[in-house]
């Protein structure tokens, strides 16, 4: 059974950093792209990163490009983000998402809160 | 940036009806179109790929359709466990991927 197990939010100040991992298990996680979606509260979804399964090819939304970084450890069946000069606006559930043969999200993590606030 | 446009923002209907959801996207997706349901406190399920093919385990009174830049989601008759938000989301411009704001698709 195919996994994604966020973990790492919390509350963080303005301008703060924070670091989130998703960790995979239930498929070979290192033949897979994977990617950040984020969702702020009672909002719709929003497409934050992508990385490929060899770590060489990198996206990321324009709204963080410069702040966070995405990362992936294939040994540890480990996905990140490092998320850093945190704003208000990047109050969100943070959720890991893996692409189908389809490129489409076809699981989910269950997704970790990340509240900046002073 | 490509942009979705749902409508209507907020659908009532009663269990047993037919519910039609609609997706504009401001150019041409071709046929790269997905839906998601999503239900309080959980993540999204993948409904629908590529504008009418149904995900794995998804039942078949859920229908997509459309091509280019106007789409629709339609659920032949609806069951209590359908109600929740509805998002559509493009590939075209993969991987920058853009949802739509969604549909609360609430009981009437």
């Known amino acids: 059974e195919v996994q994604l197990v966020e973990s790492g939010g919390g509350l963080v100040q303005p301008g703060g950093s924070l670091r989130l991992s998703c960790a995979a298990s239930?498929?070979?996680?290192?033949?897979?792209?994977m990617n950040w979606v984020r969702q702020a509260p009672g909002k719709g979804l929003e497409w934050v990163s992508y990385?490929?399964?060899?770590?060489?090819?990198?996206y990321y939304a324009d709204s963080v490009k410069g702040r966070f970084t995405i990362s992936r450890d294939n040994a540890k069946n480990s996905l990140y983000l490092q998320m850093n000069s945190l704003r208000d606006e990047d109050t969100a559930v943070y959720y890991c998402?893996?692409?189908?043969?389809?490129?489409?999200?076809?699981?989910w993590g269950q997704g970790t809160l990340v509240t900046v606030s002073s | 940036e490509i942009v979705l446009t749902q409508s209507p923002a907020t659908l009532s209907l009663s269990p047993g009806e037919r519910a039609t959801l609609s997706c504009r996207a401001s150019q041409s997706v071709s046929s790269y179109l997905a839906w998601y349901q999503q239900k309080p406190g959980q993540a999204p399920r993948l409904l629908i790929y590529d504008a009418s093919n149904r995900a794995t385990g998804i039942p078949a009174r859920f229908s997509g359709s459309g091509s280019g830049t106007d789409f629709t989601l339609t659920i032949s008759s609806l069951e209590p466990e359908d109600f929740a938000v509805y998002y559509c989301?493009?590939?075209?411009?993969?991987?920058?991927?853009?949802f739509g704001q969604g549909t609360k698709l609430e009981i009437k």
């Open positions: 998402a893996r692409p189908g043969g389809e490129d489409y999200f076809d699981y």
């Open positions: 239930g498929f070979t996680f290192s033949s897979y792209s």
């Open positions: 989301q493009q590939r075209s411009n993969w991987p920058r991927y853009t």
């Open positions: 990385i490929s399964s060899s770590s060489s090819t990198i």
